[in-house]
């Protein structure tokens, strides 16, 4: 049996994420207050005991939820022969995989969320979740509709997210209920992440990945960016660098892990939603998830 850890992005947080594993394990409560050091604020006092609103800050979410899942990792002692994380956490699986350490995984990941804040500031954006319609027709309706839409996340047969300005999100929604989709369903989120509109993000996140080091991972990472499996840090770098405004290609990410013979999945982390992404991909590979030792 050959094992993934697969790691969730932003929206994964829930107030009291982290806690137990902070009174668990001395290992974990060392990193966590770590962290909070590195970040000059307490994010544990936040995930432990705040609010939905406080939590849902970027600023918070982005660094809590990669926190919850690397310490998560770095007690079970389990190594992996594949990892992959969704958006943010891709962050995660290149720190558990040895490929970024933890002070500098931790680091870019507050610089990325405030650099995507800011962007959101420039100009508004926003997701819509598209249900049950064929990839290339939600593809070729994003093409044709005026302003900027993109597909943003392939997470499952039948589920792609879209994402870009406010206008063109509403009226390509319009369009993929009358080519058929069941839901075109506008989600809660504070922009058009993976889409053109990151781009201010992308550039000033650039320079900050680029001075990271970054080391040849104890397994292959499957980016986002192509769906394919790395090792090579430079290449890691680069499809780090490219994240922002390119499609999360989570269905051909797992659709390629399980092609390479990973047939055991464990999500890692904050939330559920990656284990039943990948049970509706491929009902014969085993996906579960853990939260806590």
């Avoid at 990325?112 to 959101?120: E, F, K, S, V």
């Avoid at 027709?137 to 392939?154: D, H, P």
């Amino acid at each position: 049996m050959k094992n993934a850890y697969i790691f969730p992005g932003q929206g994964a947080q829930f107030s009291g994420m982290g806690k137990e594993l902070y009174e668990a394990s001395d290992v974990a409560r060392t990193l966590f207050e770590r962290a909070n050091d590195i970040l000059g604020f307490r994010i544990t006092d936040i995930m432990f005991e705040g609010s939905a609103d406080e939590l849902r800050q970027t600023a918070v979410t982005q660094p809590a939820v990669f926190l919850h899942s690397v310490i998560l990792g770095s007690t079970l002692g389990i190594k992996p022969d594949a990892v992959a994380g969704h958006s943010l956490g891709e962050f995660s699986a290149l720190v558990t995989s040895g490929a970024l350490s933890f002070d500098d995984g931790l680091r870019l990941v507050a610089k990325r969320a405030a650099a995507m804040q800011r962007a959101c500031e420039i100009e508004a954006g926003t997701m819509a979740a598209v249900i049950n319609l064929a990839d290339e027709i939600t593809e070729r309706v994003c093409e044709q509709t005026e302003g900027i839409v993109v597909a943003a996340n392939y997470n499952c047969p039948g589920q792609l997210v879209i994402s870009g300005s406010i206008a063109a999100v509403d009226a390509a929604c319009v369009a993929l209920k009358a080519a058929g989709a069941r839901r075109a369903l506008i989600l809660p989120v504070g922009g058009a992440f993976h889409s053109p509109l990151m781009e201010p993000a992308r550039k000033e996140l650039e320079q900050a990945i680029s001075e990271a080091t970054f080391s040849i991972p104890v397994c292959p990472i499957y980016q986002n960016v192509d769906a394919r499996p790395h090792t090579d840090p430079e290449e890691i770098k680069q499809n780090l660098i490219a994240q922002l405004t390119a499609p999360v290609r989570w269905t051909q990410s797992i659709r390629n892990m399980i092609s390479d013979g990973i047939n055991n999945f464990t999500e890692l982390g904050p939330g559920t939603v990656l284990q039943g992404l990948i049970r509706k991909t491929d009902s014969n590979v085993n996906a579960t998830s853990q939260a806590s030792l």
